[in-house]
């Protein structure tokens, strides 16, 4: 007969014998929640359900690239019939303003050379003749009586809404550039949920791919510059985001319902927002837009300021706050 166990032994078998049995109470309480768990405390809802495209096509890095490549060479010159609505406010400024609905044309010739003529809404007549050549632009508004000149780049930061609009970023949003030699490229892969056309409350998710230029390192930090998204139902550009130098999206472009005007398969409605600048402008294209016609030689001359015309000059801070012209392009506050 083997002598009793040390009191300290007889302590340690007791609290594992002690701990084996909480545990296997433990495992009984959780066994005995779960139909409170499943029937109780769970909530199931319906949901849009979402399908995958019917062809969803791939394509490498090289392939993408040449594909702008291709689509921004095929582009020498557009004569775009349009409809253009213009939205200024957001979240910062608590309300939205969307204008009348101005109907004209955009001329582009390549690389930078811009024209923009616009009619007075439901009165007809000219509302507006841009011309820029990608530096400086000049704009005659005619049922205001006044005029506005500047470059092409924003000098004054508080200008917001429609005052910090430019030829610029209409042309940028039509015209996708292609990477320059000294940009770096990345591409990443991800999707987007479209409605589906043939189900009413049907969704399709449509993977794509999302092409990055970046500027040259500074030390270790590459700063993104662009970024191209790509649907694989198509590999036609659906977005474009362009960066400022703080990181900042500046202008988003939205392209869709495209249709071949000629030879070219363009989209015949683009949403160009400006976030930071809290306005968006909406071009929509007609069926009369052609793209690479001979131009006029004199298209992108704009006729001279007649001398009763006030000049707001968008690069001065006092002349952009004091002219009549104000009245034409409202600032925000913020």
Request: charged share 20%.
């Amino acid at each position: 007969m083997s002598p009793p166990a040390p009191a300290s032994a007889r302590s340690q078998i007791y609290l594992k014998f002690v701990l084996m049995r909480i545990r296997k109470a433990f495992a009984v309480g959780l066994l005995a929640l779960t139909p409170a768990l499943t029937g109780c405390l769970v909530h199931t809802h319906s949901v849009l359900k979402a399908r995958p495209p019917e062809i969803v096509y791939g394509a490498s890095l090289d392939q993408l690239l040449k594909q702008v490549d291709d689509r921004y060479s095929a582009f020498n010159s557009m004569t775009g019939f349009v409809q253009v609505v213009a939205c200024t406010g957001g979240s910062r400024k608590g309300e939205v303003t969307c204008y009348p609905a101005f109907t004209g044309f955009i001329i582009i010739s390549k690389p930078e050379d811009i024209v923009v003529r616009l009619q007075v809404p439901l009165l007809g007549g000219e509302a507006l003749n841009m011309v820029s050549d990608g530096k400086n632009f000049k704009m005659i508004i005619r049922y205001e009586s006044c005029a506005i000149v500047g470059s092409d780049v924003v000098t004054n930061t508080s200008q917001k809404g429609l005052y910090a609009l430019r030829p610029g970023v209409i042309l940028d949003s039509l015209m996708i550039q292609p990477r320059e030699d000294d940009q770096l490229v990345a591409l990443t892969q991800d999707s987007r949920t479209i409605p589906d056309p043939k189900k009413s409350k049907g969704l399709i998710e449509e993977p794509d791919y999302e092409l990055q230029f970046l500027s040259q390192p500074e030390g270790k930090v590459a700063r993104s510059l662009r970024v191209i998204h790509i649907g694989r139902a198509s590999l036609l550009p659906y977005r474009q985001d362009i960066y400022n130098s703080d990181g900042k999206v500046e202008t988003q472009a939205d392209y869709s319902a495209y249709q071949k005007f000629g030879d070219v398969n363009f989209p015949s409605k683009i949403v160009i927002q400006r976030p930071l600048d809290e306005l968006s402008l909406t071009i929509t294209l007609n069926k009369k837009t052609s793209f690479n016609k001979t131009l006029p030689a004199d298209q992108f001359n704009l006729p001279p300021v007649p001398a009763n015309y006030a000049i707001q000059n968008m690069d001065d801070p006092v002349s952009a706050a004091t002219n009549p012209c104000g009245a034409h392009a409202p600032q925000s506050k913020h």
